[in-house]
């Protein structure tokens, strides 16, 4: 019996090597090729933080969509702290994870510690965000990043040509975290809409800030959003409305309305700019549904939850690994395949149905 039981544990650690060995960074295409098990260890996983409600509600998915298909789970966030995010993936590194799943703060901080993953025979995805400068990143799993930021720009002209306010437009750009990669694809996304209209004189950005790195905001943070919106009012609107506002993220966005109230819009007969935002998160969806903010878009984390499970099954049974994307995402050293969701946009016409139908939110939360 006792001999049984170590010719079944050889074969199982043989095959979590070698599935864990495999050279998991070639393009892989087409249907599943293997039946095999997966050989089901510890997934590693790095979250950035807990204060934008998404990324709370990305691990909470993650983790039981494993834990359903019988993986343990080793789910970290790390306060938007660069270091910690280190510590935390090096010591899944020393815990012999079976396989990280990381969603960086900065994309190109960790590339030391994953190349200790690659040396380990761990394979990385990079989860909505992508890792940077490292060869050891497999995979990656995301939205449409490019096409959100188009989604946002189209959003902010329909908002615009509704509000009936005369052209040119007085219209204000911000973008996300300079260090997350998918900042600068939202923003190329959102310019290949706004980009036309400035030219041609349909829309005037009163500050003259357009540049990616002036109009960045560091960590995504809402206070730095929200004081950098108060200068721009009191340097470039002092006798002019501002109309609208372009805005990468919900939290930003939420920032930028506290500044825009606290200099008299929204009350006595000076109407709020549009402003666009994404994610879809609670508190927006309400102020969108209450005609304050005027969009966000929608990226439904349970389904990349879904598909990045998939992906580590996949994986993990040595299987060919199914993604939808081999051109879009260069991180440096290589161009990462990756599988592709999609966005979709909403404003006061259209969130609470799409929100209902994908059972995002309950009725009673939006109520
Ligand atoms: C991005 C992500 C966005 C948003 C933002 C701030 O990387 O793609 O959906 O969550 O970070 O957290």
């Given amino acids: 019996m006792r001999k049984i039981l170590a010719v079944a544990a050889a074969a199982a650690l043989a095959l979590s090597l070698s599935a864990c060995g495999r050279d998991t960074g070639t393009p892989a295409t087409g249907a599943s090729g293997s039946s095999a098990a997966a050989v089901k260890g510890t997934i590693g996983v790095a979250m950035p933080t807990k204060t934008s409600e998404r990324w709370i509600k990305d691990g909470d998915n993650i983790k039981q969509q ?16 660069i270091p910690t995010q280190v510590t935390q993936v090096n010591d899944m590194i020393t815990k012999k994870n079976q396989l990280l799943v990381v969603a960086a703060i900065d994309g190109v901080a960790l590339k030391g510690a994953l190349a200790e993953a690659k040396s380990a025979g761990i394979p990385v995805i990079a989860y909505d965000r992508l890792l940077r400068e490292t060869d050891a990143v497999s995979y990656y799993t995301t939205f449409d990043n490019f096409k ?54 349909t829309i005037k950005i009163a500050s003259g800030e357009t540049d990616f790195k002036v109009v960045a905001t560091l960590r995504w943070d809402a206070a730095v959003a929200k004081k950098r919106m108060e200068n721009i009012l009191t340097k470039s609107y002092a006798s002019s409305d501002v109309n609208g506002v ?22 006595g007969g000076k109407v709020l700019p549009v402003v666009t935002g994404q994610d879809a998160e609670l508190e927006s969806v309400k102020s969108i549904l209450a005609g304050e903010q005027y969009s966000t ?36 050293l290589k161009v990462v395949p990756t599988e592709l969701l999609q966005p979709v946009a909403c404003d006061k016409s259209s969130c609470k149905k799409i929100l209902l139908d994908a059972k995002y939110y309950t009725d009673a939360q939006l109520a």
Avoid at 69 to 80: E, I, K, T
Avoid at 250 to 265: E, N, V
């Fill in 66 to 81: 494993l834990e359903a298909a019988g993986y343990q789970v080793n789910l970290v966030y790390a306060n938007d702290d």
């Fill in 148 to 201: 959100v930021g188009v989604q946002q720009g189209t959003s902010l002209l329909a908002g615009l040509a509704a509000s009936g306010k005369p052209k040119p437009w007085n219209v204000e750009l911000f973008a996300g975290s300079p260090d997350d990669n998918n900042a600068t694809f939202f923003f190329n996304g959102a310019m290949s809409i706004l980009q036309p209209k400035i030219d041609d004189g």
């Fill in 246 to 267: 372009l805005a990468p993220y919900d939290g930003i966005s939420r920032g930028i309305i506290a500044a825009l109230k606290g200099s008299g819009y929204g009350s």
């Fill in 297 to 332: 878009i929608f990226k439904d984390t349970s389904e990349l939850a879904k598909a990045t499970v998939k992906m580590i099954q996949e994986i993990t049974s040595g299987a060919t690994v199914t993604v939808n994307d081999t051109k879009s995402y260069d991180n440096g």
